[in-house]
T-cell receptor, first 107, second 114 residues
């Protein structure tokens, strides 16, 4: 089976850096995804990792270690609009989403 | 990225009835998926909609309850059959524009079953 864990909630301050961790156990591995979802809206694609290492996209970076079953999403220079849920998803035998991490950015 | 629309955006239905949700994409896509997101929870994949053949359902979801059509590469429907209050959820269509690496979601359909 597949299992994905993320912290339920995190709080950070505007301008700071926050790291959201994701650990997973899957049957097969074809990629790991991060999505952002604002309340009442559909998820939006942030990043995709299939090889080990760090992928950087502006203020957002995503890291993957396949041997450890571990990924993180790094958000720099936090803004109020970054307050949202962040979903880790793994494509193994099928596509499975983690429970999501609700991030609150405080002024 | 693809532009995805869903109809209806929301609906309130009576127990025992069925609702068909449409998903339209502005370009041909290889993969289309249907998800459910229950209140306060993450997304659960219902099935992969296959063009020209039967959908591939995930564990816990069956064709009789969630029949899916995909007549071409830009359109799919999901029917929620014989609804009960437990089916109240947001139903989301997503597409993979270049395989699974890039998956984009439609705006969702909010369903309330009374």
């Amino acid at each position: 089976g597949q299992n994905i864990d993320q912290p339920t909630e995190m709080t950070a301050t505007e301008g700071a850096i926050v790291q959201i961790n994701c650990t997973y156990q899957t049957s097969g591995f074809n990629g790991l995804f991060w999505y952002q979802q604002h309340a009442g809206e559909a998820p939006t694609f942030l990043s995709y990792n299939v090889l080990d290492g760090l992928e950087e996209k502006g203020r957002f970076s995503s890291f993957l270690s396949r041997s450890k079953g571990y990924s993180y999403l790094l958000l720099k220079e936090l803004q109020m609009k970054d307050s949202a849920s962040y979903l880790c998803a793994v494509y193994g035998q099928n596509f499975v989403f983690g429970p999501g991490t609700r991030l609150s950015v405080l002024p | 990225s693809a532009v995805i629309s869903q109809k209806p955006s929301r609906d309130i239905c009576q127990r025992g009835t069925s609702l068909t949700i449409q998903c339209q994409v502005d370009s041909q896509v290889t993969m289309m998926f249907w998800y459910r997101q229950q209140p306060g929870q993450s997304l659960t994949l219902i099935a992969t909609a296959n063009q020209g053949s039967e959908a591939t359902y995930e564990s816990g979801f069956v064709i009789d309850k969630f029949p899916i059509s995909r007549p071409n590469l830009t359109f799919s429907t999901l029917t929620v059959s014989n609804m009960s209050p437990e089916d109240s959820s947001i139903y989301l269509c997503s597409v993979g524009t270049s395989g699974i690496e890039t998956q984009y979601f439609g705006p969702g359909t909010r369903l309330l079953v009374l």
